[in-house]
């Protein structure tokens, strides 16, 4: 008799609306743990091609953190797809006037790069201040492991 491979369907996927408070938590480790939340990684049903994750509401993007000199030494660049388009911005002043786009942009580079992973991103929402329009959803608050830089013990 032969094993068979458990592989979840789309009405086996149970969602949950989670809010992250992300206020003083640096950007990089907030965008894993995020990105495993809308991937779907901490559920015993996750498949790889699968969209198996929850609906994530983060709010204080706008107090999100870098460590070291980033916010002086990292650059961004988008470029417009014209001749000379390219710009080039100062992380920190990324993080200063559009918190929301950096940490999109580095929970975006940790989904897959195909449809799956955008619609993973579509289920991200991210708001400046500790205010959201969700309340219909009842989300529940979810604590991140993100360190913010006193002990955990």
Known sequence: MAIKTYSPRKQDVERKWLVVDVAGMPVGRVAAEIAALL???????????VDTGDHVIVI????????????????VYRHSGYPG???????????????????????????PHNRLGRAM???????????HPHEAQQPQPYRLRAHTGEDDA
């Open 85 to 111: 388009g390219l710009k080039t911005q100062r992380y920190g002043d990324l993080l200063a006037t559009r918190p929301q786009e950096a940490l999109r942009t580095a929970v975006r580079g940790m989904l």
């Open 39 to 49: 991937r779907g990684k901490h559920k015993p049903i996750f498949a790889p091609h």
């Open 60 to 75: 204080n993007v706008d107090k999100l953190m870098v460590t070291a000199d980033k916010a002086t030494k990292k650059m």
């Open 121 to 131: 991103l579509r289920k991200l929402k991210l708001y400046r201040g500790a205010d």
